[in-house]
């Protein structure tokens, strides 16, 4: 098992960008595929992206493809989202969350451990 935190998360405008971190512990984080999930104001939990234990293979939901970004860096046993052209309807909380498995899914109930989540708001 993992123990996931996130942090990065604030208020920024329309088309700013944002870098969120989870950072990891536990020693297997490197076969973990990692995922971002967000939960919007009295909205269902959204899967944002996921990332494979090699960094290779890589999954975004259609909303965000092309403007975020999922990494991980193994040694440093975080993982990343790079947000770009952020719009307000993406505020929301945003959580870290961990897969045993090396599937990489979108499917937000395939992930075992979830970190506290952060912040993301973003105004008009």
């Known amino acids: 098992q993992v123990q996931l935190v996130e942090s990065g998360g604030g208020l920024v405008q329309a088309g700013d960008s944002l870098r969120l971190s989870c950072a990891a512990s536990g020693r297997t984080f490197s076969s973990y595929t990692m995922g971002w999930i967000r939960q919007a104001p009295g909205k269902d939990h959204e899967f944002v992206a996921a990332?494979?234990?090699?960094?290779?293979?890589?999954k975004y939901g259609d909303s965000v493809k092309g403007r975020f970004t999922i990494s991980r860096d193994n040694a440093k046993i975080t993982v990343y989202l790079e947000m770009n052209s952020l719009k307000p309807e993406e505020t929301a909380v945003y959580y870290c969350?961990?897969?045993?498995?090396?599937?990489?899914?979108?499917?937000?109930?395939?992930?075992?451990?979830w970190g506290q989540g952060t912040q993301v708001t973003v105004s008009s």
């Open positions: 969350a961990a897969d045993r498995t090396a599937l990489v899914s979108e499917s937000i109930y395939d992930y075992d451990n």
């Open positions: 990332i494979d234990w090699s960094g290779v293979n890589r």
